[in-house]
């Protein structure tokens, strides 16, 4: 799946995504890079809204399940099951959200607990940025069941 078919793909599953005006910068099985404008995800002070910020993270976690599980459990309902953000920085311009998972023993965990009992999960970290600076971490559980 490309960036911009995932892109599209979110805007009809899932609304909000359309609203944010979520674009995707890279969508592979180790990188998820998700972007949106400052303009539509902005507070009354004008900086990045916390509840834009969180779910732009949050998606950002659900993009990487998706990205690597898709295929093998495509009956599978991936939801974020706890998650925990701090906020570090103002976000006063566009930003971004970024997921990397290389932790091929994690996800074969997952895969084993999917055959064992068609459910599993995984911790991810999720890192916004506002250009360079890091704005806010996000530490979440993804749980993939049927």
């Given amino acids: 799946m490309t960036p911009q078919e995932f892109t599209d793909f979110l805007y009809r599953e ?11 910068l890279s969508f592979t099985t180790e990188f998820i890079s998700l972007a949106v404008p400052l303009e539509p ?3 009354d002070k004008h900086t990045g809204f916390g509840g834009s910020i969180s779910c732009l ?19 599978g309902k991936i939801v974020v099951q ?3 953000i701090r906020y570090l920085a103002p ?8 997921c990397r998972c290389t932790d091929e023993a994690a996800k ?31 530490a979440a559980t993804y749980y993939i069941t049927e």
Avoid at 91 to 98: G, N
Avoid at 109 to 119: D, P
């Fill in 41 to 43: 995800n902005r507070n």
């Fill in 108 to 138: 074969d965990a997952l895969r084993q607990s999917w055959q064992q009992r068609k459910k599993g999960r995984l911790r991810l970290e999720i890192v916004c940025f506002c250009g360079e600076t890091e704005a806010a971490r996000m």
């Fill in 57 to 75: 993270m949050t998606v950002c976690g659900w993009a990487m399940m998706y990205a690597n599980f898709r295929e093998e459990y495509p009956e």
């Fill in 82 to 84: 706890s998650s925990q």
């Fill in 91 to 98: 976000i006063l311009s566009d930003f971004r959200a970024e």
């Fill in 14 to 24: 899932i609304p909000l995504t359309k609203a944010m005006e979520i674009q995707t």
